[in-house]
């Protein structure tokens, strides 16, 4: 099966057409589809019927299943892999995570082998009159560092950015398990991508709590001056979905960013899944 790859005009993203999700892939497919990937950071496919089943054995093609700690208590029941995203009440209970991804960010930044990708299925999309609401903004690292200068290129070359899962505000309940489960790391902040060699700012101003080497005020104004680079407007897509749409991103390649744009009675419905890298980033 041939398939066709649509790029986005911004610097990430790409629809696959020609792909029926209901069905394993074969190899060779699936090699197609991996590869758009890698190169385009975010893909997606429309008008899916994807089982929950499927779901899983298509996220594990990309890599072992590696779960998000905000969706340990809002799995899918009888599929405890795949996270429940959503602001749907059911008597009194949140079915979902809710207003999940408000801030730019990078899945699991805090974990010492940050996951290698996530993917989201659209069950339900919220609208009023017509509207499209709940868009996911996507934020191209590698451009935004390829449009760094020299001189803070050169600043940036060997630093490591330090992540506190505990130092920053959070909506949800930080428990002693979750702390003791996620102490202090750091990563580089210039990231190399496992697959296509490009370089990727890796910075966010809510997660990351200073710079190692660099005195704390200015680190934190490093830090700030980096996560708005990173979020300048060419290097963002904006997606608007659609129920049926399966989209993955590359959390090396994107930070991302959930619209917040909507509320009950209007219904939002996902379902993620979320995989691990190979080996720590580099």
């Known amino acids: 099966m041939a398939i066709k790859v649509i790029e986005t005009a911004a610097p990430v993203g790409a629809e696959i057409r020609g792909v029926d999700l209901s069905d394993p892939l074969g190899d060779n497919l699936f090699r197609a589809v991996e590869d758009a990937f890698n ?103 590698n451009a935004a560092y390829d449009d760094l200068p020299k001189a803070m290129k050169d600043r940036l070359a060997g630093r490591r950015a330090e992540f506190d899962f505990a130092g920053r505000k959070r909506a949800q309940v930080i428990t002693q398990d979750q702390r003791e489960r996620f102490p202090p790391v750091t990563h580089p902040i210039v990231r190399t991508h496992p697959h296509t060699g490009r370089k990727c700012l890796y910075v966010m101003r809510d997660d990351c709590t200073g710079i190692e080497g660099i005195e704390e005020d200015e680190g934190r104004r490093l830090i700030e001056a980096l996560a708005d680079h990173i979020i300048r407007p060419e290097y963002i897509y904006r997606h608007q979905w659609q129920e049926g749409d399966v989209l993955i991103w590359d959390n090396c390649t994107v930070q991302h960013l959930a619209i917040q744009d909507y509320d009950l009675p209007h219904r939002r419905l996902m379902h993620r899944t979320t995989f691990a890298a190979e080996a720590p980033p580099a």
């Open 39 to 141: 190169a385009h950071g975010v893909i997606f496919f429309r008008n899916q019927s994807i089982t929950p089943d499927g779901l899983l054995a298509f996220t594990k093609r990309f890599g072992a299943l590696q779960f998000n700690v905000f969706g340990e208590d809002h799995g899918l029941e009888d599929h405890p892999g795949v996270v429940v995203i959503s602001n749907i009440e059911e008597d009194g209970r949140d079915i979902g995570v809710k207003r999940a991804g408000q801030h730019w960010h990078s899945d699991m930044c805090y974990a010492a082998n940050p996951p290698r990708g996530t993917i989201l299925c659209a069950r339900e999309i919220p609208r009023q009159d017509g509207l499209t609401l709940g868009d996911t903004c996507f934020a191209a690292t």
